[in-house]
């Protein structure tokens, strides 16, 4: 029997250059901005009124990650403590909740921190294009892959979640 060739192609873009100039737009234009916003803040929402779930802390999570690494690509860069305690809250909050039978409860110092981490959060949504957002995502994930992320684990099922570090 032959030896099978470890040799994958790659997918073809059927109109490479309209993914080029998709990518210059500012997410500002996108049709997926207004939702993405509506989710962030609806999960922030939830939290602060103490009915949030695991799904709504992903949503939190994931935007804060987004923050950080934009952030780390320069946009918004002056506001890198800011969202680091935000992060931190973020991290608190989810500790608590694990413990606490998935009951995720904000204290007003939390809150704080992730009111300003979405205002900050939206400022960069504001600034960027679509491709810095793909970026980022990259980033996001590259970093979990190689394990720079504070995992929050659970006791019972050994799920992890994960928050970004610096």
Known sequence: MRKRSKYKPK????DAVSWVLSG?????ASPYELNLRIKNYD???TVRLGTANRKD???LIAAMNMAEALIRMGVGSDWSAEIRAAQDALY??????????ERFILTGPELKALNL???????QLDACTIQMLEQAIDIV??????RKARPITELE???NRHTQTA
């Open 24 to 28: 210059l737009k500012p997410f500002k």
């Open 92 to 101: 608190y909050l989810a500790r608590r909740g694990v413990a606490n039978s």
């Open 43 to 45: 999960a922030l929402n």
């Open 141 to 146: 994930m590259a970093d979990i892959k190689n």
């Open 11 to 14: 997918g073809v873009r059927p």
């Open 117 to 123: 981490g979405m205002e900050i959060h939206d400022a």
């Open 157 to 159: 099922n050994g799920n």
């Open 57 to 59: 802390l992903d949503a």
